[in-house]
């Protein structure tokens, strides 16, 4: 762990009350030369201390830890670093663990076998203001939510959005990525970004994964 990170990289925290699992993910990440661990916590208490005292970009956050959970951790987190971004990092696919710390404010998560490259691929991506969602868990995560909604009316849910908005909502709810919805709708890249933000905004969301959610949640299809 080095205290002095080199200008543009992104400065990650793991915090998991297993030290074979910390030292297995510092190890992962050395390859990488745009991350760098900086700091590494057992618990959730011991992570927020550490962050108040260090700059972190990411936090791979485990769930199940004493003290203080990864769930109550994350919303303390992101309650007082809006700027930092958590990925959690599980076991399983998805569970109601896992569900809840994404409401409490995480990014997404990745099963603790992702491997290197993926871990990192997800750590860039949440550092950039993108969701990340375990490839085999986005049907999960879409039945977990939509769990008899709420009746709600739709059109007024939706009201605010454009035509192309909800063309793009309608993609990002089967957890599609932007090229893929690009390619769906004959857009280009830049232009779904652009619709991704505008959704987001006009909707007071976080990021793609609170959309899903939102959308479910709402019966929104």
């Known amino acids: 762990m080095n205290s002095r990170t080199p200008l543009g990289r992104i400065r990650v925290a793991i915090a998991d009350d297993q030290e074979l699992i910390r030292a297995a993910v510092a190890t992962m990440l050395e390859p990488h030369d745009d991350l760098e661990v900086v700091v590494v916590a057992s618990d959730g208490g011991e992570l927020l201390e550490l962050v108040r005292a260090h700059r972190v970009d990411v936090v791979l956050m485990d769930i199940r830890m004493p003290r203080l959970d990864g769930i109550a951790a994350t919303r303390q987190l992101v309650a007082e670093h809006p700027d930092t971004k958590v990925l959690v990092l599980t076991t399983y696919d998805l569970d109601e663990y896992v569900f809840s710390a994404i409401r409490a404010g995480a990014s997404g998560f990745l099963t603790k076998d992702a491997s290197s490259e993926e871990l990192a691929a997800a750590i860039r991506s949440v550092r950039a203001g993108d969701a990340v969602v375990a490839p085999r868990a986005t049907a ?22 454009t035509v192309r908005e909800r063309e793009v909502l309608q993609e990002l709810v089967t957890g599609a990525s932007n090229e893929v919805i690009a390619e769906r709708l004959f857009l280009t890249g830049n232009t779904v970004k652009t619709h991704v933000a505008a959704i987001l905004a006009k909707l007071g969301l976080p990021d793609r994964v609170h959309v899903v959610i939102w959308a479910f949640e709402h019966g929104v299809r």
């Open 140 to 161: 999960s995560l879409v039945a977990f939510v939509a769990r008899a909604p709420e009746p709600v009316d739709v059109d007024v849910l939706l009201e605010p959005l």
